[in-house]
């Protein structure tokens, strides 16, 4: 990997500045649910990750993230043409624009 490319840097900063607290197996007792699981998200909730996911891959489709075909791309393809929705907001940013404050 040549130094000062997208990739040698990708998650560099946050890698370094990170700290690590040790805490053990678990941090906290969960008490509900019963069983101690997270529970599915709705269908909405899914609706809302499915949508934010396909933007994220439209910002990634231009970068070496997938042209190298990168873990970080998986369900995207690379187009070195960068993508129209650059200019646009994210989903969640565009709901919070549009809801009444």
């Known amino acids: 990997m040549e130094r000062g490319t997208e990739l040698d840097v990708a998650g560099a900063y946050s890698a370094v500045f990170m700290s690590m607290k040790r805490t053990g197996v678990r941090t906290s007792m969960i008490v509900d649910p019963a069983n101690g699981r997270i529970p599915p998200l709705t269908p909405e909730a899914q609706k809302i990750a499915s949508a934010d996911r396909d933007f994220r891959l439209a910002l990634l489709q231009a970068t070496e993230t997938c042209k190298s075909n990168s873990v970080a791309c998986r369900g995207g393809k690379y187009d070195p043409k ?8 994210l989903p969640l940013q565009r709901r919070a624009h549009e809801s009444p404050r």
């Open 82 to 89: 960068p993508s129209a929705r650059r200019a646009t907001l």
